[in-house]
């Protein structure tokens, strides 16, 4: 199985200032038709998880452009340009390349 | 509105069953493939089941294979996952969840049944 693994695991972060994660991925998401099956999720309190990002670095319909991907291969980041108060709760990657795959999540929590 | 609403969770004791249930609406159910993810308590997202569009394809976790069963009815436009054989570390909130397409992108989740299995 394709083992995910997100860094750090907590993020306390001052509003406005920006945030990175970062998800390592045992193997490729990179498949033979030329896109990468790595997508990022957002589970507030209480909630059930969002999709943020699907493709890497592709928003998902009303996400607003202060988040945004990166990577290839094996390694992903997701940034938020300048933190909200409304993006507290924790971010999960996810692969579907082989059978689908969560990252352990991280808590992100507002100073 | 792509909704998508879980019920059938309860409390079940170990070795027990349940039928859960999601009714969907707000998109063209059979033109999808869905998705069951489980939460344990304060950890993290687990893959459980999946059922192509047309029900002929399924997929079950190996922690869940034998005892989980994935099924759906296009004509009512609700999924179903029968779950047997329970064990405590089956206790979990779980989601529906709708495949965008046959890439396994997950875009809309269910708030979730709580299945809490114990004696």
């Known amino acids: 199985d394709i083992v995910l693994t997100q860094i750090p695991l907590f993020l306390s972060v001052t509003p406005g200032q920006p945030a990175s994660i970062s998800c390592r991925s045992s193997?490729?998401?990179?498949?033979?038709?030329?896109?990468?099956?790595l997508y990022w999720y957002l589970q507030k309190p209480g909630q059930s998880p969002q999709l943020l990002i699907y493709e890497v670095s592709n928003r998902f319909s009303g996400v607003p452009d202060r988040f945004s991907g990166s990577g290839s291969g094996t390694h992903f980041t997701l940034k938020i340009s300048r933190v909200e108060a409304e993006d507290v709760g924790v971010y999960y990657c996810m692969q579907s390349i082989q059978l689908l795959t969560f990252g352990g999540g991280t808590k992100v929590e507002i100073k | 509105e792509v909704q998508l609403v879980e019920s059938g969770g309860g409390l079940v004791q170990p070795g027990g069953s349940l039928r859960l249930s999601c009714a969907a609406s707000g998109f063209t159910f059979s033109s999808h493939a869905i998705h069951w993810v489980r939460q344990a308590p304060g950890k993290g997202l687990q893959h459980v089941s999946a059922i192509s569009s047309n029900g002929r394809n399924t997929y079950s976790a190996d922690s869940v294979k034998g005892r989980f069963t994935i099924s759906r009815d296009n004509s009512k436009n609700t999924l179903y996952l029968q779950i047997g054989s329970l064990r405590a570390e089956d206790t979990a909130v779980y989601y529906c969840?709708?495949?965008?397409?046959?890439?396994?992108?997950?875009?809309?989740w269910g708030q979730g049944t709580l299945v809490t299995v114990s004696s």
């Open positions: 969840a709708r495949g965008y397409d046959s890439s396994g992108l997950i875009d809309y």
């Open positions: 193997q490729s998401l990179l498949h033979s038709d030329g896109k990468t099956y």
